[in-house]
């Protein structure tokens, strides 16, 4: 069983940053991919970025180049800085985790996720 408690979130004015933290517990880490993932009420929940056990890194279309996951796998703790924020990144922030195989390229499907975290708000400003 995998906990994910996230943290960091918080009301920042367009252009500002914010850095969100999610630390796990009880496996072993380094072996998930983990992912952010994003949702407004209304509507369906949206892929950020995911951090695989290989190193490599995803990023949606719309946060590539603001946004920039990172992991620190002594810690169980992955990270999300956000900077440029929009307005239209706010949203409710939820790490997620899962083990997949390093040939499996599903990470961008919260579906292929067993692990969640509670969420975390982060509200950009005008």
């Known amino acids: 069983q995998v906990q994910l408690v996230e943290s960091g979130g918080g009301l920042v004015q367009a252009g500002g940053s914010l850095r969100l933290s999610c630390a796990a517990s009880g496996r072993t880490f380094s072996r998930f991919a983990m992912a952010w993932f994003r949702q407004v009420p209304g509507k369906e929940r949206e892929f950020v970025c995911a951090?695989?056990?290989?190193?490599?890194?995803y990023y949606a279309d719309s946060v590539k180049g603001r946004f920039t996951i990172s992991r620190d796998n002594a810690k169980n703790t992955v990270y999300l800085q956000m900077n440029s924020l929009k307005p239209e990144d706010t949203a409710v922030y939820r790490c997620?985790?899962?083990?997949?195989?390093?040939?499996?390229?599903?990470?961008?499907?919260?579906?292929?996720?067993?692990?969640w975290g509670q969420g975390t708000q982060v509200t950009v400003s005008s």
């Open positions: 951090s695989r056990s290989t190193g490599n890194t």
């Open positions: 997620a985790a899962a083990w997949l195989p390093n040939t499996d390229y599903t990470h961008q499907f919260a579906g292929v996720y067993d692990y």
